[in-house]
């Protein structure tokens, strides 16, 4: 569908993005369309993929989990399914992406205390070398997708 994007609905999805709480009313509102046009322009999108779904921003710190890191992590392919595993059950792993380069996976963790973070990397390590660094602050932190 990527093709089928016009500015409307870049104009749309930046609305979308910025706050998804509108109503169809006010984003049409907002970029000039009625509010039957908006919600079928948005099931297309939803529709096509595009919008993939609706979630909140939760801050981290004011659930306990205010210490972030990365995790680097060096895996041969059969560990591949191990380590996603691992991330998949540990409720202190944010995302995990697989990537090209020496480092087979980088890992964001958030963790409630250095403590925790310890035994996180020790469980990685038992896959395979491990490095981490801490984030002592993010200056963009869930960018919005650029529509542009």
Do not use: N, W
């Not at 939760?58 to 991330?87: H, N």
């Amino acid at each position: 569908m990527g093709g089928l994007i016009d500015e409307v609905d870049r104009a749309l999805l930046e609305v979308v993005q910025a706050d998804a709480r509108l109503s169809f009313r006010e984003i049409g509102r907002r970029i000039g369309m009625s509010t039957p046009a908006v919600a079928e322009r948005i099931r297309r999108l939803e529709a096509g993929g595009v919008i993939r779904g609706y979630s909140a921003m939760v801050d981290r710190a004011a659930l306990g989990r205010a210490i972030g890191a990365f995790v680097q992590l060096t895996v041969s392919d059969k560990d591949f399914q191990r380590v996603t595993g691992l991330c998949r059950s540990l409720d202190a792993v944010v995302e995990c992406h697989h990537i090209t380069g020496e480092d087979s996976f980088v890992i964001r963790l958030a963790v409630t205390s250095i403590a925790e973070l310890e035994d996180v990397i020790s469980r990685f390590r038992k896959i395979g070398p491990a490095s981490s660094s801490v984030i002592l602050s993010s200056q963009v932190d869930g960018k919005p997708a650029a529509a542009r």
